[in-house]
């Protein structure tokens, strides 16, 4: 399984930004694409996820209301569309599939639970 993400970039703080990533295979049944994100100093946080079966989604608390994911099932391809963007959106963002629960109960232990592609940096300026 290869996931490939793209966009990303620098904005301005307010501004908005969409960042995609396509799965080569799916591993599972039902499976959920979406993305992750990491800060320098913190560790790694769930922001979002999208089920390829049905669409049902996950938004972590911060970013409801400003991030919006959607999902092209016929090419494998989730995006997230980030609007109003603040500078504490500023990380670097992994894309990733894997069960959309395990975005809902998210901690670091749970890394092994997903396949992994890239990382893209989001860099949000004030």
């Known amino acids: 399984v290869q996931l490939q993400a793209s966009g990303g970039g620098l904005v301005q703080s307010g501004g908005s930004l969409r960042i995609s990533c396509a799965v080569s295979?799916?591993?599972?049944?039902?499976?959920?694409i979406g993305w992750f994100r990491q800060a320098p100093g913190k560790e790694r946080e769930a922001v979002s996820g999208?089920?390829?079966?049905?669409?049902?989604?996950y938004y972590a608390d911060s970013v409801k209301g400003r991030f919006t994911i959607s999902r092209d099932k016929a090419s494998h391809t989730a995006y997230l569309q980030m609007s109003n963007l603040k500078p504490e959106d500023t990380a670097v963002y992994y894309c990733?599939?894997?069960?959309?629960?395990?975005?809902?109960?998210?901690?670091?232990?749970?890394?092994?639970?997903?396949?992994w592609g890239q990382g893209t940096l989001v860099t949000v300026s004030s």
């Open positions: 999208i089920m390829m079966s049905d669409g049902r989604t």
């Open positions: 295979k799916s591993p599972l049944d039902h499976y959920a």
């Open positions: 990733a599939t894997g069960f959309l629960a395990a975005w809902q109960n998210y901690s670091p232990e749970l890394n092994s639970d997903f396949y």
